[in-house]
């Protein structure tokens, strides 16, 4: 049995106001619950995000732009915004350190902090707005990285459940599939294009959770405070 996510086949079912999806009808349980996949996988695509937990993105070693947030009596506190979010799981954070990158999240001499109490540790995660802070970092020994990036980040990201508007999203443009399948008796007055239209305005709306879609921080050019 194929398992989905952002919705089911009984969702598509009972929008289209027909008796529920099986190995005897048209199209079959099976092949709405594969068009059920694809959707959610563009959806996904075109969003540039994860909208359920099972189906979280991965970012392998993403390069990150350190800035400057406040100066210590010994060195600088800085800040780093991830491309995706919320993080689901921080894997490595490789920060260079003047010799070599160190992975702070693997290397036993660094420590996370918590959110509450961010300098018991040598960083911390706010996970919900994609950021990443550093206790302490030197800036002179960051100017020598080789590459020119001062830090690396392996992580994973998304909403752990499905809003209500994705999740009507998929159930029209399955819908849509499933009308395609049907021949015109079948279809009656329900227009598949309609139907992708619908779906197609909610994933184009730009506000989402106070942020835009895609779910990607602005890229920072230069300037005072970044390492």
Request: charged letters at 20%.
């Amino acid at each position: 049995m194929t398992t989905t996510y952002y919705c089911q086949d009984s969702d598509v079912s009972d929008y289209l106001q027909v008796d529920a999806f099986s190995g005897s009808t048209t199209p079959s349980g099976d092949a709405v619950d594969e068009a059920i996949q694809n959707n959610e996988k563009f959806i996904d695509e075109y969003t540039d995000h994860a909208w359920h937990s099972s189906r979280y993105g991965a970012v392998t070693k993403e390069p990150l732009v350190v800035q400057h947030v406040s100066t210590t009596t010994v060195s600088y506190r800085g800040v780093m915004s991830l491309d995706h979010y919320p993080i689901a799981s921080l894997t490595n954070l490789y920060v260079w350190n003047g010799g070599e990158y160190k992975d702070y999240v693997s290397d036993s001499n660094f420590t996370a902090g918590s959110f509450t109490d961010p300098l018991s540790g040598d960083y911390w995660v706010d996970t919900d707005n994609g950021k990443v802070y550093l206790k302490q970092f030197p800036a002179f020994n960051m100017m020598t990285a080789p590459s020119g990036v001062k830090a690396y980040a392996t992580y994973t990201y998304g909403d752990a459940t499905t809003p209500h508007d994705i999740k009507k999203a998929c159930i029209l443009l399955t819908c849509a599939d499933v009308v395609s399948m049907w021949d015109n008796s079948d279809a009656g007055t329900i227009n598949s294009r309609d139907l992708k239209d619908q779906a197609m305005e909610i994933l184009d709306i730009r506000s989402r959770q106070g942020r835009t879609i895609p779910i990607a921080k602005q890229q920072h050019k230069g300037g005072l405070g970044q390492w």
